[in-house]
């Protein structure tokens, strides 16, 4: 067969005709070596076949010429029309033209230069200047290089009445023609034009359009006429293939022994190919087709034909396959094949079809991802099905029309089947063991998850956009159940006994399991529960050492960091070491586990947080210890009592990132969720009761642990702080406040700033806390020392001071409501009372007593009213005392002697001014005195602090002292006229006012206690002297 066909193809090389293509090749013995090449022949068996050949009987040479249509012929009529028709032949002996592009007329007509059996003749069109014609000859000739192609076009002239002819007169025109006619013989033909063409100029196939030529010169415009030309053979050679196999058959086995070539030279491989042929196989198979005289139809279907078995075995682009499919539609006319061409089409449709399908169901390993282009591939295979079942010729050849969709469907479920047992047998472990097991599953599940991924994400849009099939859903269904199956099968003889190793691989096996699982959510609707919807419950004997393992490596990762913990800040920014580092780690892997086991069942999943959170509480509470204990260790190695308290610093910060790390755990073991799950079946006060205050008892552990270390940290400080307030309140009264505190201040600068930058800020301000409360507590023992001198006092007010500033710092230490506790409140009035002068504490006492006058609604002592009046011209102070009323009697016949002594308080201010008294009114209760009093007092003495007019109600007594009736105190600050304009100020118009009388409290003043104690002081004494007498006549208890 391929030596028939090989003698065929050079058959038709050696008898070729036409002027060649531009796109073709011209040299006929390169395509002879081309073939040679493409049919794999040696130089001998060339030769040869070459010989056999040439001996061949020579094909008969014909010229296939269709006259289709003229257009802008002459109208020789007398109605301006024309009666065409042609007459055409080959002349043998073609003439020679002058010039190419300037032929000369041909004079002689057909019928002069042709025989008359070799002559063709179309019909007659009448009454046109447009004819049709779309007639085809064929017009055979010996020698191309000699003949010529004729064709005349003549006006048919037919015997016609003068009286008709004048019928269809219309012009002037119309008149002369009836005139020439009557001059030529009767029934002669009009020349309407010629063409003349030598055969050697024309291609193989050629359509165009021809000027008509005219004999002489009296009508050169024509018109033209559309020509369409094939040079082919009448025959076939005597012997060969061509005598019992069709001319397409054979065109057919040509292109597929070439094209098998093509692709095979093709150096990116077949896969790549994208059907174009070269220049020597278009032109061999264009000139076995022209030749073989094969139709469009044909060509294409031979085409078809070649093409898609090629595709079964040779792999190429199959969007070569849709320009035939296209051409095949588009030319489709069944009665234009014999029924063994429509069987074999049929044939080619089926196979294509069963081989397509196989390649879908196969298409993983067809069209893996590693190969570029594979999806394109893939794609257009799929477009290549769709469109062939939808041709006219694949319906009306193939009367069961197959049902694609489901034929692809069904192959890719066997398809997805056939991968998994595939991938089953290849990953089977090569030993039998629970362990192995695991890992093979494992495996496969990855292979799986890994698949369908790809099915979701690449495949699924093709099948989707060609066949509304979801790849994704028929795959992961059918892996689905297969998964479910095979894993029960392999699970059936686990325990809770198992090995820590099979444990492992169990988990990794479960959370291969999830994310299949996981994958359901792709699936564009669910009919019916899943075949892994409770796969949870084959690992459920599992679970156990799966939280034992969490808990185990989370516990000795601890152990390991806290024994390679150094106890230093392991970054500028960081005031915690690397051990909190890898807890917060282990802590990380433990919320891991719990958000990878996501299991399922809502009241097992609650146990396994209980017991997580447990194991959890257990670590933080174990770090405690250690940690405390790593540090000690280190502080007896070095013996270093600063590096001790920096370790201590890291120690507390350590336990308070624990603490955050502790409280951050309801939020990422995400209990608001757990607990909307398990609404139904646990009741919320169990999760309070169990998770919740189990945490709880953690922080507050956790607490303890860091007020107990920042505890003894302060207590290394509060020794200094101490030593540092009693040598302030030992040092000289000679030194100033400002120096005698620097000691102390540069001790808690250097400490405190040490500490601030060792401890983060809450643990700081818990340490500066319990320092404040010390501080106090040593500073309120240093000032109860009574006895001391005011600049002992003094340096200790001041060092209070000084040290509410150090521990507030401007806002980044404590704030100051937490500063101002009642000890501190309490502790800076006693200072500044201490630190007073006598007279600052005198002038303090009177400013009480205004105060306590003020407060006084009670009347129990009686009462006296007075207006006074500062008249600043004069400088004067005028008071007029009215009246005393409900005095107590003190007299035993029931009344009184009252009189009323009045003094300007103190007596430092006043010096100058004397004691004034009223006139005594006997036996009177309530006295109306009535007398005015002035004394001369500066402005500024009225205000200072403590300045008051004393009213001092007396009862006179004859033998003994006077007794006490009461006392009033009216502060000069208020003195009407004293910050006003004299004549603002009418006498007539200042009010009365009424004065409760007091009695002094016999005991407990402390400004009376501190005068007291000045022994040295005589002003002081004398003036505790006096209201001690004021207090030994009070009636207060």
Request: negative net charge; charged residues 25%; proline residues 4%.
């Amino acid at each position: 067969q391929l030596v028939l066909l090989y003698e065929e193809v050079l058959y038709t090389i050696r008898h070729r005709l036409g002027k060649p293509e531009h796109h073709h090749v011209a040299d006929s013995q390169e395509l002879y070596a081309y073939v040679q090449k493409a049919f794999g022949m040696d130089e001998e068996e060339h030769r040869v076949i070459m010989q056999q050949v040439k001996e061949l009987e020579s094909p008969v040479f014909c010229l296939k010429a269709t006259v289709k249509e003229a257009k802008g012929i002459l109208g020789k009529d007398v109605s301006g029309f024309s009666d065409p028709y042609c007459l055409l032949g080959i002349e043998a002996r073609s003439q020679e033209l002058a010039h190419p592009d300037h032929k000369k007329r041909m004079k002689a007509v057909v019928k002069d230069l042709i025989p008359e059996d070799q002559i063709h003749r179309t019909q007659v069109i009448s009454q046109t200047l447009s004819p049709v014609w779309d007639e085809t000859f064929i017009l055979e000739f010996e020698d191309v290089e000699m003949a010529s192609f004729h064709l005349d076009m003549w006006d048919s002239d037919v015997m016609e009445s003068v009286r008709h002819k004048l019928g269809e007169l219309t012009d002037l025109h119309g008149l002369k023609r009836i005139f020439k006619d009557a001059r030529k013989d009767k029934g002669q033909d009009d020349f309407l034009g010629n063409v003349v063409l030598r055969l050697k100029d024309l291609h193989c196939w050629s359509d165009q359009w021809y000027l008509l030529e005219p004999r002489t010169e009296t009508y050169p415009n024509r018109g033209q006429c559309h020509l369409q030309f094939l040079l082919t053979h009448k025959k076939a050679k005597a012997d060969g293939q061509g005598r019992t196999q069709p001319s397409y058959t054979v065109h057919r086995h040509l292109l597929q022994q070439l094209v098998s070539y093509e692709i095979l030279q093709h150096q990116a491989g077949s896969i790549t190919w994208d059907g174009e042929l070269s220049r020597h196989a278009s032109t061999v198979l264009y000139l076995h087709a022209t030749q073989k005289d094969l139709s469009d139809f044909h060509q294409v279907m031979a085409q078809w034909l070649g093409y898609s078995k090629l595709y079964q075995s040779l792999e190429f682009n199959s969007n070569c396959l849709l320009h035939q499919i296209t051409s095949i539609e588009y030319q489709w006319v069944q009665e234009r094949l014999r029924p063994e061409q429509k069987a074999e089409l049929a044939e080619s449709f089926q196979s294509l079809l069963t081989y397509g399908v196989s390649l879908i169901r196969r298409f993983r390993i067809i069209f893996p991802l590693s190969v570029p282009r594979s999806t394109e591939r893939l794609q257009s295979l799929l477009r290549v099905l769709v469109q062939m079942c939808k041709m006219k010729a694949f319906r009306e050849l193939c009367t069961l029309s197959p049902d694609l969709p489901g034929m692809v469907s069904t192959a890719l479920k066997s398809g997805t089947m056939e991968w998994f047992h595939m991938q089953k047998q290849h990953l089977k472990p090569m030993v039998k063991s629970m362990e192995e097991n695991g890992r093979a599953l494992s495996r496969l599940l990855v292979e799986v998850v890994g698949d369908l991924q790809q099915c979701q994400k690449i495949w699924n849009k093709f099948f989707l956009n060609t066949f509304k099939l979801n790849l994704f859903s028929i795959a992961f269904l059918e892996l689905e159940s297969l998964v479910a199956e095979h894993i029960q099968e392999q699970l059936h003889e686990i325990d809770s006994s198992m090995s820590k190793p099979t444990a492992e691989s169990l988990f990794q096996l479960y959370m291969n399991l999830q994310e299949l699982y996981r994958m359901k959510d792709f699936l564009p609707k669910r009919e019916g529960p899943l075949a892994l919807r409770n796969f949870h419950q084959w690992f459920k004997v599992a679970v156990p050492q799966w939280l034992q393992k969490a808990y185990t490596i989370a516990l000795e990762r601890t152990q390991r960091a806290i024994q390679m913990d150094q106890l230093t800040p392991f970054g500028e920014h960081n005031k915690h070491s690397t051990s909190t580092v890898d807890l917060s780690t282990c802590y990380a892997q433990i919320v891991k586990t719990w958000q990878q086991l996501s299991w399922p069942d809502p009241e097992e999943a609650f146990m396994i947080m209980v017991k997580l959170v447990e194991d959890m509480c257990k670590i933080a509470l174990m770090y405690c210890r250690l940690i405390k204990e790593r540090a000690e260790a280190l502080s007896l190695s070095e013996q270093n009592e600063g590096e001790a308290a920096n370790r201590l610093c890291i120690v507390v910060n350590n336990i308070k990132q624990l603490r955050l790390l502790i409280l951050r755990l309801p939020l990422q073991l995400d209990w608001a969720q757990l607990e909307q799950r398990t609404e139904a079946v646990i009741d919320p006060q169990q999760i309070q009761h169990t998770l919740h205050n189990q945490l709880d008892s953690t922080v507050s552990c956790l607490d303890h642990e860091i007020r107990d270390v920042v505890q003894a940290l302060a207590t290394k400080l509060e020794k200094g702080i101490a030593r540092h307030i009693q040598e302030l309140s030992s040092s000289s009264d000679t030194q100033e406040p400002e120096d005698s505190i620097i000691p102390l201040m540069k001790f808690l600068e250097s400490e405190l700033q040490y500490l601030n930058e060792h401890l983060v800020q809450e643990n700081f301000n818990s340490l500066l806390a319990l320092l404040w409360r010390h501080t106090l507590a040593v500073l309120s023992a240093a000032a109860g020392q009574l006895g001391s001198s005011t600049q002992h006092y003094k340096k200790l007010h001041y060092a209070l001071k000084s040290l509410e500033r150090c521990f507030h710092a401007d806002g980044c230490g404590l704030p100051l409501e937490t500063l101002h506790t009642a000890a501190f409140l309490s502790l800076e009035t006693h200072l500044a009372l201490c630190s007073s002068t006598s007279r600052k504490l005198i002038q303090k006492y009177f400013s009480n007593r205004i105060q306590q006058q003020l407060d006084t609604n009670s009347e129990k002592y009686g009462a006296v009213t007075i207006k006074a009046l500062y008249r600043p011209s004069e400088q004067k102070l005028h008071v007029d005392v009215l009246n005393a009323v409900n005095l107590i009697p003190l007299d035993s016949n029931g009344s009184s002697d009252p009189f009323v002594q009045l003094t300007l308080e103190p007596r430092h201010e006043f010096p100058e001014v004397v004691a004034r008294t009223t006139q005594c009114k006997k036996n009177e209760l309530h006295p109306l005195f009535d007398e005015a009093f002035d004394f001369l007092v500066p402005p500024e003495k009225c205000r200072q602090e403590g300045a008051c007019l004393l009213l001092t109600v007396f009862d006179y007594d004859t033998l003994g002292a006077n007794d006490l009736e009461g006392e009033a105190f009216f502060p000069l600050c208020r003195l009407p006229g004293l910050d006003a304009d004299e004549d603002q100020v009418n006498a007539g118009q200042v009010p009365q006012t009424r004065l409760p009388l007091t009695h002094p409290k016999p005991t407990g003043d402390e400004i009376l206690r501190l005068l007291e104690s000045r022994k040295g002081d005589k002003e002081a004494q004398a003036f505790v002297k006096l209201r001690k007498q004021r207090a030994k006549q009070s009636k207060e208890t």
